[in-house]
């Protein structure tokens, strides 16, 4: 019987979507990832040995998006590509979304995304690939040295132009450890004319004495209000859960 109602629930998202509005389909598949991976980010282990690392984390949010997203038939108008671990070092992104144009499928809009985790270390790579690095890899993490993985991913969202939107997204604040925020803008770039360091501490200063945040869907829909145009500086604080 539950799994009756849930294909039922998917039906009726189905239906009130209209085929050019899939804002709705993004938000019910960004919500179930979220909630998956905010599980395991509250997680109390009493015998304190379950800890799941940065990359474990990350594939839990990605693989229910994408099962999500193929349930729904979102894939049709907008897909997920996870980055290999050489574009990973690169372009600092772990996926990106891409609004797609019918019918060629070419991407209207991206969004590249950059998932902070609360033990992670600037720009390191993990302890269990530090044995793993691939010459493709070593050559990658040469290239990109001078720069750090923030300043990589706006700089590619800069090259492809105000159409590619960099979000990172943090699996926990100090402040909230369990729950997950973004923050998205397709003017990041305006701080490397001002000389500043683009870190994590810079993506997190635009916390500070924050109280309200958009949803994903007002996220997206904000998006692509934007683009029907021309290309505005946008940027929001997000709450993913």
């Known amino acids: 019987m539950q799994s009756k109602n849930i294909f039922g629930d998917f039906k009726d ?19 179930h990832a979220s909630h998956r991976t905010k599980e395991y980010l509250a997680f109390k282990d009493p015998e304190n040995t379950f800890h799941p690392s940065p990359t474990v984390l ?25 980055m290999t671990k050489e574009q990973v ?5 772990d996926w990106v979304w ?12 991206q969004i590249a995304v950059q998932v902070f985790h609360q033990t992670e270390e600037e720009n390191c790579v993990p302890s ?37 939107y960099a979000l990172f997204l943090f699996f926990g604040l100090p402040k909230d450890p369990t729950n997950i925020y973004g923050v998205l803008s397709n003017n990041f770039q305006a701080a490397f004319g001002k000389g500043a360091k683009i870190d994590r501490a810079f993506i997190e200063n635009f ?3 924050s109280i309200s945040y958009s949803t994903p869907g007002k996220m997206m829909q904000s ?16 709450k993913f859960t």
Not at 89 to 93: A, E, F, Y
Not at 130 to 159: N, V, Y
């Open 13 to 31: 998202i189905l239906k009130k979507a209209d085929k050019t509005d899939f804002t709705q389909l993004y938000c019910e598949c960004v919500k």
């Open 58 to 82: 990350s594939d839990i949010f990605q693989m229910s998006y994408i099962t999500r997203s193929v349930q729904l038939q979102l894939t049709r108008h907008l897909n997920c590509t996870t």
């Open 89 to 93: 070092i690169l372009l600092g992104t």
């Open 98 to 109: 891409a609004v797609l144009y019918f019918p060629t499928k070419n991407p209207k809009l």
């Open 128 to 164: 269990n690939q530090t044995q793993m690095l691939t010459e493709s890899m070593e050559i990658a993490t040469l290239e990109s040295s001078d720069k750090t993985k923030q300043e990589k991913m706006i700089a590619f969202c800069s090259s492809v132009g105000r159409d590619c």
């Open 207 to 209: 916390f500070k004495g």
């Open 223 to 238: 998006i692509l209000n934007n683009g029907k145009e021309h290309e505005e500086p946008l940027t929001m604080l997000v």
